[in-house]
Structures are given as C-alpha cells and as structure tokens.
C-alpha cells in the first residue's frame, strides 16, 4: 500500500510526488508515456522555449548585429539543428524528472492510470495491467489543445502546438487561429526564423485577460517584426488541401474572408484531460469545462483523492502546478501549507518579454478600487541603449490611499525575471515607495522598475 500515488508526471505531478516522497511518504507516480515531465517538459514550455532562443538568436544575426559591428555572411537557418537541439534539451530535462524519481525513492509505474475504486488504482501498458493500492491519490493528468467543429487539427497541416514544436520546415505562411500565449510564442518562432505568419483572433485584441496596454504594445511590436493581426473574425472552417490549408472566416458584419498557408496551428486553449481515468469508477465526474472540481484543499468530493494543475480550475501555468503539488503533498501530511493565487506570475517569452503579477487596471476599475499608475518607459534606459533592447515599459499600480503595490505589467527585455521582483515585494505586502527606496543596480533593466515605482508615488520619475 503506497501512502500517496500520484497520476501524471508533470510539473504539478513530479513535484507532488517528490514533496510527498520529502515528507516521508511510501510513494508512486504513474505516467502513461514513456518519458516523464508531462506536456510543460515534453510538448510545452521547454521545447517552446528553446526554439523561442534559438530563433532570437537568428532574428538578431540577421537584423541586429552588424549595428553592434558584427558582419556576418550567408546567414542561413538550419531548422533541422535547430529541432535537434530543442530535442536534446527535452530529452535531457526529462531524464533530470527520471533522475529526481530514483533520487527520492519514488516508485516509477508507466502505463495509463484508472481507478478501479478509491484505494486501487490499475496500470496498464502494453506489458499487461497491474493493480496498486493507495491510501491517496493524486490526479495530475493535465491538459490537451483545445479546438472547435469547425477546425479540426489532422495534426499534418492543421496542427496543434504539439505538432508546431516539431515541424520539418520552416512553414512559407502561417495561419495561426487564436492570439494567445501559445500563437504568439509559436507565431514569434517562425516569423523570425522567415514564415510570413497571420494570426485570427476572434475577439477585438490580444491578451484581453491582461493589462489592455500591454496588449496594445506587444500588437505594435509584433506588427513592426512582420506580423500580421485579424481581429474580430470567426473562422468558419479550415481544409488540408494537401500542400495547403484553407481557412475561411466572417467578419463582424458578415464579409466571408478566406486565407491560404502551407500550415495552420490551431491555439484556441487548452481543455482538461481526464480521459481513461475511470473517474465514475469513484463517482467522480468533470464539470462543463471538462474540469475536476475541488475544494480549497485541492480534495475532490472523494475525500482521499486530491486534483491539481490544468486538471483544475485556474490559470493553466507549469509553477501553478508545482505550487499545487506541494499544497496537496503538505496537506495529506497534516501541514497547513497556503497559495496566494493573486501572486502567480504570468509570462510570455515573445521579445521582449510579457510578464505581469496582480490586479490589472481594468480589474481595479470594476472593483472600484482607487489607484495610482507609473509607468516608465524601457527606451529611457541607459542599460536598454547600450543592448538594444528599448522596446516596452514597466506599469506599477498602487493604492491610492496606501500605497500598498496591487499589481506590476511589464513589457520588456527579461521581463520573465524581473518580475519577481514585483511578486516578492507584494507577498511582503510593499508600498510602491518601498520599491522606490530600494537602491537598484546601474545600469540595468531592473532601474525601470524603481522608476515606475516612483512614477506611482507621487509622479516622482527621475528620468523622465
Ligand atoms: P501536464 O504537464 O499536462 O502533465 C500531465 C501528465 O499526465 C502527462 O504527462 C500525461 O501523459 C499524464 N497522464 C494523463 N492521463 C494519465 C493517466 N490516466 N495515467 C497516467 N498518466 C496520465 N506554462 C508555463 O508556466 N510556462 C510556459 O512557458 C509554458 N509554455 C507552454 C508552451 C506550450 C506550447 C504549451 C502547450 C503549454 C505551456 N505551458 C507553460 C503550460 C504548461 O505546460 C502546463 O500548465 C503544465 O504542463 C501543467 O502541468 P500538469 O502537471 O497539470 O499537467
Ligand atoms: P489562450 O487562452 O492563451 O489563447 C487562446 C486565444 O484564442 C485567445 O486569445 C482567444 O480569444 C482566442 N480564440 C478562442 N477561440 C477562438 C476562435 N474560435 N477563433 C479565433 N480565436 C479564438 O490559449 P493558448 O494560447 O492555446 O494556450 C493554452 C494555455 O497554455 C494557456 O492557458 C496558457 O496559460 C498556457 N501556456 C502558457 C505559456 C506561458 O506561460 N508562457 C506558453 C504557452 C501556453
């Protein structure tokens, strides 16, 4: 009998387990593919983010170095390389997960996990079925890419992100359907590497969940790499005619629009998996978002089987995942561990940089909530001239009576990093005057956000 047995080995899976496995308890982790690490590791941020450098680095050799004086001849993308090593990195980030497993003394089981009841789990793999017993379960079994009727991924032409992550060349056009997180990423990735990439987004900007100016300027910016942005559009549907794909779509007064493009990713959302997992075996089932559901303790209405990750409601983030993991892992131990969900962090590793933590403006504003604003601009950084980089700002809001910090959105280079600086200073509850007071290194990107502190506390900038 394991204490804990922990279904999917994600971010928010392999970590529940290893934290269990800290705590002292007998435990399993079962993972229906072979490599572990789940989609973040596998099909997700890691390869996302490797192709992500590897065509920042072309972009820059070809559009940036020879004003830092670096001439360079017949500049030429290997995509093949490229993938390759973007596989290298995946299958050795997988094999650290492996190496975590063995270190922690987890017992590894791969096949597909399903409930027979509460305490039995069976594994089957194409080596048989076996059954284990669990005094708890944890399900960690994550997502899959969203898609509607209308367009249907073959995964050939009209593919998912999964797919996008592994091409075999660089697309001549792109369709991407969906201006979120992941068109932008993978929409970045192939204009730069030279696709001619169109996005149709059906609502009337991008990052409508986030901070509007941080939508309008990564618009602009996008727009000045090359690409190009749809708004308002309904996709109708999407054909593989072969060496081609067909997208047709109406606008908002009902014009039909058609597209052409050797491939179309499909990056509509994500939905939860719960798929062969015997759910009714326990008398579990999902909610109309295909989501488990779960009390504040992560526990479902079973009281010993516990959900985390995309599996759940929330924000569909590889840390939201870990941070759960450990809640759960600490909670069947008696612990009485905490998340602050307004403090997860969200980025987007476009360049620059998307990241943001907290209260929006817009969110303020229908909460009634009186504020103030600084915002300091990249380009009025001696740091950012010397490198560059001068695209963006940095948006410190506080309260207007306390000051207390209530949100940062940021739109610049290493952006992904700096923003905990913002994070840390509102978990410890800090005042915009107390980012402001904090000495911050010359020159860095970090100066912006002391400036936008001070912006927020009395208009007191001193750059701008
Ligand atoms: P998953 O990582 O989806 O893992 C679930 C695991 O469970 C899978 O390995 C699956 O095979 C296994 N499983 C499912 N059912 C069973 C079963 N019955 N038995 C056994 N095993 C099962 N997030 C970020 O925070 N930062 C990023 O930069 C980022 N980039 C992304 C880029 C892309 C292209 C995509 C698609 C996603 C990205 N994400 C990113 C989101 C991130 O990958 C997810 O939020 C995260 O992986 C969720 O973790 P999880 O543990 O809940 O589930
Ligand atoms: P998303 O929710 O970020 O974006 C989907 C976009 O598609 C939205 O802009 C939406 O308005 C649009 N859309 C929806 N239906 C449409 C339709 N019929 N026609 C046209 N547009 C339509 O989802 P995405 O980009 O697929 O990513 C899925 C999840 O993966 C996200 O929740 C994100 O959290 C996670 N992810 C995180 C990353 C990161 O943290 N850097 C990177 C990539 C993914």
Redesign the pocket.
Known sequence: MFDVVV???????YVAAIRCAQLGMKTAL????ST?????L????I???ALLDSSEHFYNASHHFSAHGIEMKELKANFTQMIQRKNEVVTQTCAGVKFLMDKNKIQVFQ????FIDPNTIKITSKDGVQEIKAKNTII????K?NYFPSMVPDKKRIIT??EA?SLKEIPKKLIVIGGG??GL??GSVYARLGSEVEVIENSSSLLNAMDVSIGKELTKILRKEGMKFHFELQVQTVENLGKRTIIKAKDKKGVELEFESDYCLVAVG?KA?????GLNNVGLSTNERGQIEVNEQLQTSVSNIYA????VRGM??????EEE?VFVAETIAGQKPHINYNLIPG?I?TWPEVASVGKTEEELNRLGVAFNAGVFPIKALGRARASMDTQGFIKVISDKKTDEVLGVHMISARAADLIMEAAVAMEYRASAEDIARICHPHPTYSEAMKEAALGATENRSLHI
């Open positions: 279904i999917g080995s994600g971010p928010g899976g079962i993972e229906k593919y572990l690490g789940g989609t973040c596998n099909v997700g941020c390869p996302s983010k096949g597909v996990g399903s960690a079994t994550g997502s890419p992100s999964t992550l997180v992941i990423e993978l994500r998996y719960t798929e062969g997992l985390i990750g995309d599996v569909m983030l590889a840390h939201k995942a993991g980025v590793y």
